[in-house]
C-alpha cells in the first residue's frame, strides 16, 4: 500500500513505491542478523533498467572508486 487508493498507470505505481522504500521506512528481513529491521533504503541505479535496493551502511560497497 502506498497511500492512496486511486488505480496507478506504471509510472505512478514506480514513482509511489520508491518513494516508499526511501522515506516510508520499510520492514525488511535481514539475513545475517536474521532479525527484521526497519529503516529507509536506498537505491542505486545502474541503466534504466537496474536497481539494487540497499540498506544506507553498504552504499560504500557498491559506488565506484576513484582511480588514481
Known amino acids: 500500500m502506498f497511500g492512496t487508493?486511486?488505480?496507478l498507470n506504471g509510472a505512478q505505481w514506480v514513482k509511489a513505491f520508491t518513494e516508499a522504500l526511501q522515506t516510508g521506512q520499510p520492514e525488511?528481513?535481514?539475513s545475517?542478523?536474521?532479525k527484521f529491521r526497519k529503516e529507509n533504503?536506498?537505491?542505486v541505479t545502474n541503466?534504466?533498467?537496474m536497481v539494487l535496493v540497499l540498506p544506507r551502511e553498504m552504499l560504500g560497497?557498491?559506488?565506484p572508486s576513484e582511480s588514481k
Open 5 to 7: 487508493t486511486n488505480t
Open 28 to 30: 525488511w528481513w535481514d
Open 32 to 34: 545475517q542478523t536474521k
Open 41 to 43: 533504503l536506498v537505491l
Open 47 to 49: 541503466g534504466p533498467r
Open 61 to 63: 560497497e557498491f559506488q
